[in-house]
T-cell receptor, first 114, second 114 residues
Framework: GAGVSQSPSNKVTEKGKDVELRCDPI?????LYWYRQSLGQGLEFLIY????????KSGLPSDRFSAERTGGSVSTLTIQRTQQEDSAVYLCASSLDFGLPGAFFGQGTRLTVV | AQSVTQLGSHVSVSEGALVLLRCNYSSSVPPYLFWYVQYPNQGLQLLLKYTTGATLVKGINGFEAEFKKSETSFHLTKPSAHMSDAAEYFC????????????FGGGTRVLVKP
């Protein structure tokens, strides 16, 4: 597709379970970002990938959160042992290069932990 | 560290009236500045951005913003509101030294009255 694609669009999980959220960036975009949008914290940066460089994980809130990017394209954000405070919308964005400002966002995955 | 402050979490305007959304930022280096719009259950859409050059930036849907370095502001305006402008608007600054990851303001929800 032409835009950033995220799946699933909605996910309900039980507390303590692991979840995986997927992001397909725009073709050819080398930079990929994950953000979280929650009522209490607003929009916050989680992690970004640029090409083959080591990712910037400075925004990950705990070691239960991890992300990988395979083949320089698709990315998966994994949350282990989910907690209720993990409930949020997880947004993925991509840009042609990390040096070019203004990323394109996907529709997000709404995660609800019950 | 960078920060963004949006004055007013909610703004109500009449259809046809001026839309003015205020944004002030803090950055130790010349910033890249952005306005994004979010419609219900959607991702973020880039309205406009300032990188360098002309300080008055025109974006999509008739919006524009002016970068004022002396005031550290990047206010968003639209001369005449339309019902379709009802959405949440986010001002953001990017960190050029760290992959252009975005720091967002708290958002301003715009209600347009007929």
């Amino acid at each position: 597709g032409a835009g950033v694609s995220q799946s699933p669009s909605n996910k309900v999980t039980e507390k303590g379970k692991d979840v995986e959220l997927r992001c397909d960036p725009i073709s050819g975009h080398t930079a990929l970002y994950w953000y979280r949008q929650s009522l209490g914290q607003g929009l916050e940066f989680l992690i970004y990938f640029q090409g083959n460089s080591a990712p910037d994980k400075s925004g990950l809130p705990s070691d239960r959160f991890s992300a990988e990017r395979t083949g320089g394209s698709v990315s998966t954000l994994t949350i282990q042992r989910t907690q209720q405070e993990d409930s949020a919308v997880y947004l993925c964005a991509s840009s042609l290069d990390f040096g070019l400002p203004g990323a394109f966002f996907g529709q997000g995955t709404r995660l609800t932990v019950v | 560290a960078q920060s963004v402050t949006q004055l007013g979490s909610h703004v109500s305007v009449s259809e046809g009236a001026l839309v003015l959304l205020r944004c002030n930022y803090s950055s130790s280096v010349p910033p890249y500045l952005f306005w994004y719009v979010q419609y219900p259950n959607q991702g973020l859409q880039l309205l406009l951005k300032y990188t360098t050059g002309a300080t008055l930036v025109k974006g999509i849907n008739g919006f524009e913003a002016e970068f004022k370095k002396s005031e550290t502001s990047f206010h968003l305006t639209k001369p005449s509101a339309h019902m379709s402008d009802a959405a949440e608007y986010f001002c953001a600054v990017s960190d050029k030294s760290a992959g252009n990851k975005l720091t967002f303001g708290g958002g301003t929800r715009v209600l347009v009255k007929p």
